[in-house]
């Protein structure tokens, strides 16, 4: 798992690639820090895109990192609605003993799927 994530950072280095950054999530990775800083850095070279903060979060999340990756969800979400990004922003907010404030965002992402899902037909 760690060559496949050194390939995937090293592809990402060479040029940004929104596939490459979409398999972040499901590499099993013993060192997420190195992951993190990545998406940091990609961030600060690329520009502020929601695929990159959603990431972020979702990595953060794995490791109990729940504020910080409520600010990446939220910097996402302020780029573009996604509700994927509601929930798991939900979901950390709800480890930081935020319930309320949890219910609103699952509120806001149920809201977003209904508008979607009204739309398409």
Excluded: C
């Amino acid at each position: 798992h760690d060559t496949a994530q050194e390939i995937l950072l090293d592809g990402l280095k060479r040029q940004y690639d929104d596939r490459l950054v979409m398999v972040i999530p499901r590499l099993k990775t013993n060192n997420p820090e190195q992951i993190e800083k990545a998406l940091r850095q990609q961030i600060k070279t690329v520009g502020d895109r929601p695929l990159l903060w959603s990431t972020l979060g979702q990595s953060l999340m794995k490791h109990g990192e729940w504020q910080e990756a409520s600010l990446a969800f939220r910097a996402a979400l302020k780029q573009r609605p996604d509700a994927f990004d509601y929930a798991w922003l939900a979901d950390s907010l709800d480890k930081q003993h935020k319930p309320e404030e949890a219910a609103a965002m699952r509120r806001d992402g149920l809201l977003l799927t209904l508008q979607n899902n009204g739309t398409q037909q």
